[in-house]
């Protein structure tokens, strides 16, 4: 009942709100008559003001009414007819659009929808997606976030992702893969945890040129081995419950040159393997510390 009286206000309040010019004061106008979650937005939003730089200041005007008309949608009873502009972009219509950010999460889509061209952030939880396409994200340059956990994503065109050349943190966690598409250089986040993603399925330089690499989790999948040519940049590895029998001195180190340390490392995890840490012990000299597993 709370939310329907709100989304009523928000209808009375709707016409009285100019589109322009948009302030900081009006923004929390909006806010305070929308639903909860949208407190959770604006805490992002500060977050994401940095990010972006301030960059977007027209995104501000052009994406806050789309938010109000969302509102109205999701009232049933409201009787308003969108205007022309929302029929070229019905996503903000079944999404919330805000700043650059798209929150399509748990709305039961099973494609990417098409998106504004200003897009920086994708979120895009607990769907049923089946399939990425490199023409999902063919116009939307600016993307740095992608989010699509929870959904059941199997096929991913190789070239998807390799034209994103801003994108700093891609999650495919919790889907059906098997293999992982080409990555674009500047990730430093790739999450592709509790897939059925198998050795074969990862190519040698898969990871050999994302020189950012920061965050690596490919924990619960079907593993054999540990990916080839991981970069210096990774500060946290999750391998953990994969099917890894066995590494070579040349995994995380340098088999001819004992001088080496890999720097960055904090955490590599590979418990829940058959593989016997113990077994291999000049595979780690190059480590401030051990990674967490069985050695015995
Ligand atoms: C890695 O980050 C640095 C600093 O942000 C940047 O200059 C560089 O271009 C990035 N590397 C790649 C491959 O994107
Ligand atoms: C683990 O690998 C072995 C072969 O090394 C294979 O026989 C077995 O089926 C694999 N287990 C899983 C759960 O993938
Ligand atoms: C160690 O081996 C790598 C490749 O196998 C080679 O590029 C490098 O020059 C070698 N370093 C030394 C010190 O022999």
């Given at each position: 009942m ?123 939880r607990?769907?049923?997606?089946k ?10 340059p600016?993307?740095?976030?992608l ?16 034209k ?22 500047k ?91 113990g ?5 780690f ?12």
């Amino acid at each position: 009942m709370k939310r329907l009286q709100s989304t009523l206000l928000l209808l009375l309040f709707v016409p009285l709100i100019k589109p322009a010019p948009q302030t900081r004061q009006d923004l929390h106008i909006i806010y305070d008559y929308g639903t909860d979650n949208f407190e959770e937005t604006i805490l992002n939003r500060d977050y994401e003001d940095k990010y972006l730089d301030g960059k977007n200041i027209k995104e501000k005007e052009s994406i806050i009414p789309d938010m109000q008309r969302f509102q109205l949608q999701k009232d049933e009873s409201a009787t308003l007819t969108p205007k022309k502009e929302n029929e070229e972009m019905p996503t903000c219509l079944l999404c919330v659009c805000l700043l650059g950010s798209v929150y399509c999460e748990e709305v039961d889509i099973d494609v990417v929808p098409p998106l504004p061209k200003e897009s920086a952030y994708l979120y895009a939880r607990f769907n049923k997606i089946k399939k990425l396409t490199a023409k999902d994200f063919a116009d939307i340059p600016n993307l740095r976030r992608l989010d699509f956990t929870g959904n059941l994503i199997k096929d991913i065109e190789d070239s998807t992702f390799s034209k994103l050349s801003l994108l700093e943190e891609l999650s495919l966690a919790e889907n059906q893969l098997l293999k992982l598409p080409v990555l674009p250089s500047k990730l430093t986040l790739f999450n592709a945890k509790h897939n059925k993603i198998t050795s074969e399925g990862i190519k040698a330089n898969t990871f050999k040129k994302l020189s950012n690499l920061t965050f690596l989790y490919l924990d619960h999948n079907a593993l054999e081995s540990v990916p080839l040519n991981l970069p210096e940049s990774l500060r946290v590895i999750h391998l953990q419950f994969n099917n890894i029998t066995s590494i070579t001195d040349d995994t995380f180190c340098k088999a001819n040159d004992t001088r080496y340390i890999r720097d960055h490392i904090e955490e590599i995890r590979l418990e829940g393997n058959p593989i016997i840490l113990g077994k291999y012990p000049n595979s780690f000299i190059c480590l401030k510390r051990l990674p967490i597993g069985s050695y015995i």
